[in-house]
């Protein structure tokens, strides 16, 4: 299973970006994928999730803000990110479940910066 995350960049605060990732080498409406962020100095977090039944979950403090949504006919999840703070800089990781195990693409860096 490979995942190729795209989509970052550097953007104002208060401003839009969506994250590509996109799956391949498995049977994708069966893969959970779920997005992930690592600040400089900090733990990486969950901060989206979705299932292959289109069931979402947010960490909090993006709840509102972003979206998590998926294309099965092109294999891919994307995270919707509005109202982008200073605080949501990181590298945004996607990870993918499939039967039990986990699959990591490489980052993708997002800066919110004026």
């Known amino acids: 299973v490979q995942l190729q995350a795209s989509g970052g960049g550097l953007v104002q605060p208060g401003g839009s970006l969506r994250l590509s990732c996109a799956v391949s080498?498995?049977?994708?409406?069966?893969?959970?994928v779920g997005w992930h962020r690592q600040a400089p100095g900090k733990q990486r977090e969950l901060v989206a999730y979705?299932?292959?039944?289109?069931?979402?979950t947010y960490v909090d403090s993006v709840k509102g803000r972003f979206a998590i949504s998926r294309d099965n006919a092109k294999n891919t999840v994307y995270l919707q990110m509005n109202s982008l703070k200073p605080e949501d800089t990181a590298v945004y990781y996607c990870?993918?479940?499939?039967?039990?195990?986990?699959?990591w693409g490489k980052g993708t860096q997002v800066t919110v910066s004026s």
């Open positions: 080498g498995s049977a994708f409406s069966t893969t959970h």
């Open positions: 990870r993918a479940s499939y039967y039990g195990r986990d699959y």
């Open positions: 979705i299932t292959g039944g289109g069931t979402t």
